[in-house]
Every structure is written in C-alpha cells, then in structure tokens.
C-alpha cells in the first residue's frame, strides 16, 4: 500500500473533521491505487463511490495541500471528474 495514499487519508480525515460534506467520492491516483471518503471517513479503498476524481499524486497533492484549486485543476485538464458533478462541487469547497 502506497504511503501516499495513507497519508492523503489522514488528510482528508482531518479536512472532514468540519463535516459539510455528505455522500461518497473517491480519488482514483494513477498508479498507486484509490481512497474513497464517505460518512464513515476516509480510507485506501476501491469501493463505488458517487463521484470518481481521477489524477496523479502530484495533482492531489497540490489540491490537498491547498496550493491547486479543485476546480481550476479540472479546467486544465489535470483532474477528471466522472459521475455527480454537484458533488464535485461540494467536495470542492470541504477541500478548500
């Protein structure tokens, strides 16, 4: 299992420590694997998810250490986002 992947878990633990965000994403990384973030938290998963971002480890890093925006990451093309786009959004601002 990738450390990054751990370690972007955690993040993402303490980002939605804050709540504001309801329902089931998950961040397909090239190459090293998958974390789904739910009600129950964040975790190194492939399960199904509502929305899938897909990026490499790069793209999130910079997204989850606050120095990429989200939404200016999917209008370069860096970050693809297949399934609910609404979620996307709200997904957007608890990353923020």
Sequence with gaps: MSDFLEQAAAELNTKMAAGGF???????VADLGAI??????????DDDADVTLSADADTFQAIFDGDLNPTSAFMTGKLTVDGDMGLAMKLAAVLA
């Excluded at 789904?36 to 998963?45: P, T």
């Design 22 to 28: 309801d329902g089931s994403a998950k961040f397909a």
């Design 36 to 45: 789904v973030m739910d009600g129950d938290g964040a975790r190194v998963s």
